[in-house]
């Protein structure tokens, strides 16, 4: 059974820094898209960053120049580096993994595992 947790979330000051981590198990994820996507209240879900492999990574504008996606295929783990943070990044955090790489990975219906979610809160 496939299985994603998020980790690594909390309250942190505009301007501040956090790193999630998503530990995947249940099949060997190095060649899965594995993405961010995360929620705030009210509003729709909404894509963060993406990476297949060092060559496929992408962001969303929002966050670029921010945030920094990485993975360690040895530790089935993706990770998300959100710096110079602000009170509109505050939401849900959701790690995402599918085994296919689809141009439409902005959209949440391009993946196929999705983890609980971790709560990020930025006061300001």
């Known amino acids: 059974q496939v299985q994603l947790v998020e980790s690594g979330g909390g309250l942190v000051q505009a301007g501040g820094s956090l790193r999630l981590s998503c530990a995947a198990s249940?099949?060997?994820?190095?060649?899965?898209?594995m993405g961010w996507f995360r929620q705030a209240p009210g509003k729709e879900r909404e894509f963060v960053a993406v990476?297949?492999?060092?060559?496929?990574?992408y962001y969303a504008d929002s966050v670029k120049g921010r945030f920094t996606i990485s993975r360690d295929n040895a530790k089935n783990m993706v990770f998300l580096q959100m710096n110079s943070l602000k009170a509109e990044d505050t939401a849900v955090y959701y790690c995402?993994?599918?085994?296919?790489?689809?141009?439409?990975?902005?959209?949440?219906?391009?993946?196929?595992?999705w983890g609980q979610g971790t709560q990020v809160t930025v006061s300001s």
């Open positions: 990476i297949r492999s060092g060559t496929y990574i």
């Open positions: 249940g099949r060997t994820f190095s060649s899965y898209a």
């Open positions: 995402a993994a599918d085994p296919n790489w689809r141009t439409t990975y902005a959209a949440s219906y391009s993946y196929h595992y």
